[in-house]
């Protein structure tokens, strides 16, 4: 039988001897890659922490001692040995979480898959633990990339002020966060080398000068001031003991003895120690170390023998910002790059490739990278700074404070706007065009196909006195959806074929075919619908009100939060114009959304064409002076009867 299904829960490995772990280490990975393979998800970041993960619940007793994984693409291992092995269905509805979840299980702490927090966690129930005296541990994971974060920092520095509160962080060193990790920071990380001996050392020469009469004291004071000195000529380790955290390593993070002799070291001392562990991200699979661009950090479903994938989905919306940049770059040497270290997920890889000193790479620090933007602008160049719309939600002061308030011209290009679906709650990118609403001057454009994301990013960064944002969809792109005229600056998708329209409905980004669906139902009952596209949905239009006046219902769709949203903003400009009409706003409901597909997210939420327009028909009847709760009782008078069938009609499209 093998180990693996043996272990229902950490304290089964209590059992097994140093070979049989090995055995089991090499277990897992088979079972990484056969699962992975078949689901995709985060496979280079769990084969690389094997080893780790297994000492971790050696030495330590979650979950009375706290075990908190930082960004937590790397927990499936951790998942594994606290007794969930079924990864048939891992980031699908109803299946595991790719990161760690409360609802999953008690060994689960973090659920925000968000980097460089932890440390921020474990400071504080570190903190909690020693008010209410538990006799527990606080283990924080952290990677070398999410050190890069400044949140990291800000942390160590409140962790290091106590130096009796028992607190071990565990430093994933595998220099690389998504790809290989860049900075002062890594450097520093590479030199770095064990001093167990000289600790050994300072002690027994304190010993024996303490007895030595008259000179011993101040000769060990002397020689205690040149600890620093003396150190670092061993090991250049100073940054982090001067910050007063004690550091054993670095360790092998593949040799079990080792990492269980180090935790155990580092378990025993009452105060913060950081244990670095060298590990090998994709460690054991070979089409994982091969890939020199991410060791497969992600990857969708793939061959298990090959790591090829399985099937290609065409062109996606990261793969046409990423031509378009290169195309722009040869055009203007003005424009540069900006990545939070996700070069290859943002799609800048190319332009990197075509103009290597043109692109910068902040590490995970989306704060400093928005700043440091807002230079690059003042300073005459123009900075595209690509990241996930969730991330840019930790620059928000940045983008309102240095970049809008100086009227900086920088572009933010938001990948993976929307829902995101399988990637959880904390990735959906639903709060970008309701933060943003707030900023003043700055101009949001949401692309509803490639070649609306190659004009409008144009646009954007033609613009040098104020903050433009371009934010799309994960995934692939689909097909053109033409405009068959313009108002103002808006495209025209779909006209109402009557001089007297019943629907304005305007689309926002990627949703533009689900709402001329949406059109395509409520035509079929007789509602005449106009569909436009704003194209920059801030600010709002001046022809949008002019537009509306001529309907007798707005009706908005995004993929947003409803809260301050798109929807919010037309409403509030419908009522500074005075129009009096209707607006009714769909969208993502103000709750953290569970793991699915996108498909099965917004059926769940209620964002669907046949979902919408049942609404639509309704309100509609309501505005002909029939009770919505009449359509569906007897004795009805024709027009009645009508708009019944069409509720129906539109429901059965929905089943």
Partial sequence: MPLLTRIRGPRDLDRLSLEELDQLAGEIRTFLVDAVSKTGGHLGPNLGVVELTIALHRVFESPKDKVLWDTGHQSYVHKLLTGRQDFSRLKMKGGLSGYPSQAESEHDVIENSHASTVLGWA?????????????????????????????????????????????????????????????????????????????????????????????????????????????????????????????????????????????????????????????????GYQPALA?????????????????????????????????????????????????????QPVGLDRFAKRFPERVYDVGIAEQHGAVSAAGLAHAGVHPVFAVYATFLNRAFDQVLMDVALHKCGVTFVLDRAGITGTDGASHNGMWDMSILQVVPGLRLAAPRDAEQVRAQLREAVDVDDAPTVVRFSKGAVGPAVPAVGRVGGMDVLREPGTDTPDVLLVSVGALAPMCLEI?????????????????????VDEAMAPLAEKHRVVVTVEDNSRVGGVGSAIAQTLRDAGVDVPLRDFGIPPRFLDHASRAEVMAEIGLTAPDIARQVTGLVAKLDGIPHSRLRSGGRTPAERSAAEAVDSVESARD
Wanted: glycine content about 10%.
């Fill in 519 to 539: 059109a395509g139902l409520l035509d079929r009952q007789g509602i005449s619908t106009t569909v436009v596209d704003p194209r920059w949905v801030k600010p």
């Fill in 291 to 343: 890939d020199e661009a991410d060791r497969f950090h992600a990857v969708g479903k793939i061959h298990p023998d090959t790591g090829l994938p399985i099937a290609s989905s065409g062109a996606d919306w990261t793969s046409v910002f990423g031509d378009e940049m290169v195309r722009i770059g040869e055009e203007r040497e003005d424009v540069v790059a900006i990545t939070a270290a996700m070069l």
């Fill in 123 to 283: 400071d504080g129930i570190a903190k909690a633990n020693q008010i209410k005296k538990r006799d527990s541990h606080v283990v924080a994971v952290i990677g070398d990339g999410a050190l890069t974060g400044g949140m990291a920092w800000e942390a160590l520095n409140n962790i290091a002020d106590a130096k009796d509160r028992p607190l071990v962080i565990v430093v994933n060193d595998n220099e690389r966060s998504y790809a290989p990790t860049i900075g002062g920071l890594a450097n520093h990380l590479a030199t770095l080398r064990t001093t167990d001996g000289y600790e050994r050392f300072l002690a027994r020469t304190r010993d024996l000068l303490e007895r030595t009469p008259v000179v011993g004291r101040p000769l060990y004071d002397t020689l205690h001031g040149a600890k620093k000195g003396l150190k670092d000529f061993i090991a250049p380790q100073g940054m982090f003991e001067d910050l007063g955290l004690k550091y054993v390593g670095p360790i092998d993070g593949h040799d079990i003895e080792a990492l269980e002799s180090a935790l155990a070291r580092a378990k025993r001392f009452n105060g913060p120690v950081i244990v670095h562990c060298l590990t090998e991200k994709g460690r």
